[in-house]
T-cell receptor, first 115, second 115 residues
Framework: DTEVTQTPKHLVMGMTNKKSLKCEQH?????MYWYKQKAKKPPELMFV???????INESVPSRFSPECPNSSLLNLHLHALQPEDSALYLC??????????????FGPGTRLTVL | AQTVTQSQPEMSVQEAETVTLSCTYD???????LFWYKQPPSRQMILVIR??????QNATENRFSVNFQKAAKSFSLKISDSQLGDAAMYFC????????????FGSGTKLNVKP
């Protein structure tokens, strides 16, 4: 059973559309992450929020815009995407305590297709 | 920079048999954490097992165990009594001791389980 939820499961959008991906966790975690994953490849880190502040932006194009309204929610706003942005977008969360149990827990992902 | 290498893109194992997945990493740090994640087809990524580098004892979780060789910078995963549900992509990951934000993932190994 997943404790990190993501909506929608699938999304098809045109290059001129604006859409948003949503992620939610109720584990009391204070760090949340967005990853992009292509087929048969490892996840690539995009953004990290720590205590609701953006702490890492891995040089992601501005057509991706993250938002962390509160410690449980993470959004990824999409605008003017390119077909090469089609991928599985994974959300993850972790406690941010920094110790050995500070493990990332992943959501099921949103499968994005850009036409 | 830390790098994680999984040299086996794909492996197969017969049901009920044992298989070992390899992972090596490169780091100049003495303390860190290592993880194995499993990603079944079209399902979410889940943590299989983790190892703290300062612990000499190899981690074990039911049918999953690791062979951690710190000097050789090797972290292999052994799956005993393989089951059909073990079929998945397996990713090895490295995390620095005090930096919880970033995981360094290997390229992954696809495990097939034959009935």
């Amino acid at each position: 059973d997943t404790e990190v939820t993501q909506t929608p499961k699938h999304l098809v959008m045109g290059m001129t559309n604006k859409k948003s991906l949503k992620c939610e966790q109720h584990m009391g975690h204070r760090a949340m992450y967005w990853y992009k994953q292509k087929a048969k490849k490892p996840p690539e880190l995009m953004f990290v929020y720590s205590y609701e502040k953006l702490s890492i932006n891995e040089s992601v194009p501005s057509r991706f815009s993250p938002e962390c309204p509160n410690s449980s929610l993470l959004n990824l706003h999409l605008h003017a995407l390119q077909p090469e942005d089609s991928a599985l977008y994974l959300c993850a969360s972790s406690s941010a305590a920094g110790g050995p149990t500070d493990t990332q827990y992943f959501g099921p992902g949103t499968r994005l297709t850009v036409l | 920079a830390q790098t994680v290498t999984q040299s086996q893109p794909e492996m197969s194992v017969q049901e009920a048999e044992t298989v070992t997945l390899s992972c090596t990493y490169d780091t100049s740090e003495s303390d860190y954490y290592l993880f194995w994640y499993k990603q079944p087809p079209s399902r979410q990524m889940i943590l299989v097992i983790r190892q703290e580098a300062y612990k000499q004892q190899n981690a074990t979780e039911n049918r999953f165990s690791v062979n951690f060789q710190k000097a050789a910078k090797s972290f292999s995963l052994k799956i005993s009594d393989s089951q059909l549900g073990d079929a998945a992509m397996y990713f090895c990951a490295y995390r620095r001791l005090y930096n919880f934000n970033k995981f360094y993932f290997g390229s992954g190994t696809k495990l097939n389980v034959k009935p």
